[in-house]
């Protein structure tokens, strides 16, 4: 099993200058100060599912910064094994709770939030989504996990067999785990090796362009088609498929 990334080493790297970030059951909240300015925060650790209350807890905590706090970028610090899987969330509504946090982050995209996403651990399946694969940009530590579904998982799905899914993983950035398939992708705009007060810095510093995921896949090779397909829609451009 992979071994745990300390949040509070991640934390201390990101803000030198001091941050009042605390965990309460596997959920992270507070603030970090940032050359003169402060950064709300908040993410998850221990590899925790979300379940309906962090979601909720995590709804909660963006809606403060949006409310007391206008403009304030936000970190999302990542670690999750992904949506919690027990039939007392399926019935509460967890895809509600989920597409609430979405929102949420959406809102405060809005509202002028710069938003980024660290997975510093692991990020799997819907607790991605609605963390990472929300932010303006995502970012990734070099030994971090991330994967939408496990391979046997995917062949039980699939029905694929899980041998030609590896055969698949070898040049396939899709099938594969890791952030440096999902750099290839563009879900990830980079992978923060080295000083994470730099890389902070210079993420906090990139222009907004919108949503360049997919442009950054087809420039990268791992998603040929996504950007083509888009520009078909939007300007009825030609698509070759070989």
Known sequence: MQAKTDWKSIAAALFPEGHSITEQDCFLSGYGKFEGQ?????????????????????????????????????????????????????????????????????????QGHRIIGLVYDQALSGGFI??????????????????????????????????????????????????????????????WQGNLAAHLRAALAQPLAGDIRSGLGLERGGRRYAQPVINAVLHGDAVQIS
């Open 130 to 191: 609605t963390s990472g694969l929300m932010a303006d940009a995502c970012y990734a530590l070099p030994d971090a996990t991330i994967r939408v579904m496990g391979l046997p998982a995917m062949a039980r799905i699939t029905k694929v067999p899980e041998e030609r899914l590896l055969e698949l993983a070898q040049s396939n950035p899709v099938f594969a785990p890791g952030p440096e398939n999902y750099q290839r992708m563009g879900g990830l705009g980079a992978i």
């Open 38 to 110: 402060q950064i709300g925060v908040i993410g998850t650790t221990e590899h925790t599912p979300i379940g309906v209350e962090i979601a909720l807890a995590q709804a909660q905590a963006i809606l403060r910064i949006v409310r007391d706090h206008p403009a304030m970028p936000i970190l999302m610090l990542i670690d999750t094994q992904g949506q919690r899987l027990r039939h007392r969330d399926e019935m509460l509504g967890i895809n509600s709770y989920m597409a609430h946090l979405g929102k949420c982050v959406d809102l405060a995209r809005r």
